[in-house]
């Protein structure tokens, strides 16, 4: 196995940073790496948020779902699908009648911010500084809109949070599905029921022997812990809103 995959396959989501701030050097080095990344065009539809200020990110850790480790990490990176600078640019360019951004140039940023994001991800590990995808970056649109200067046809699609590993750190790795439940030959295969408990036997292997959800199974957990919590039917909303303006709904 050669050392890119070895990396890949040794990286968690890390959650705690030891205290010391990232290098610019090493900083600089992210940035470029992702500035790197495939995208659609070669358009770059998107912009990175580089945040170090202590009281944003104090912010955000309440805004995120309410996770303290946030305001802790070194560096913060929002990764924006950014049709907001092209749009722009086209009415600079003296076209008439500009088409307001849509769906697919929506997709299209997102895509370009995510992998991009990734890039940061990789690149930030080989250098021995860990990271954590957060989703969460996606509600309370409104007062990230304020908070980060968000014009519209902009769209938070990821955030990172970064900083170095703690020495001797003890990396817990969590199981992920089975291949033959991800990867289809040709066309998609539709699983049966059968195989789909097979499929979610290791998750179930997880299940707390007590939740605060009451639930059954894992299932049920899942269910009642992401699909109708409170953050998610907020994210679901705050996703709605901004689409307002790719629709065509809101100017």
Known sequence: MNKTIEMINNRVSLRKYEEKPISKEHLDLIIKSAIKA?????????????????????????????????????????????????????????????KSPGMNDFMLGVNDAVIAAQNAVIAA???????????DIMENYETHKELLNLPNYTFPAAMLTLGYYPE??????????????????????????????????????????TNPFNAKNHGELIYKRKTTADFSVEME?????????FLGNKK
């Not at 802790?72 to 950014?82: C, G, H, K, S």
């Not at 590990?125 to 989703?135: D, Q």
């Not at 909303?237 to 303006?245: A, G, M, T």
Request: some cysteine.
């Open 237 to 245: 909303r705050s996703i709605k809103e901004n689409l307002e303006y």
């Open 125 to 135: 590990e080989s250098l021995g500084i860990g990271s954590c995808y957060i989703g």
């Open 38 to 98: 495939p995208t659609a065009g070669n358009m770059m539809m998107y912009s990175i948020l580089k945040i170090t200020d202590a009281e944003i990110k104090e912010k955000l850790s309440k805004t995120c779902d309410n996770q303290p480790f946030i305001k802790n990490t070194p560096v913060v990176l929002i990764f924006l699908a950014d049709l907001h600078k092209w749009f722009k640019y086209f009415e600079l360019s003296g076209i008439e009648n500009v």
């Open 168 to 209: 001797n750190y003890n990396r817990k790795f969590v199981g992920r599905f089975d291949e033959e439940f991800v990867v289809f030959d040709e066309k998609y295969k539709n699983i049966k029921d059968e195989e789909l408990k097979a499929m979610f036997e290791l998750k179930e292997g997880t299940f707390p022997k």
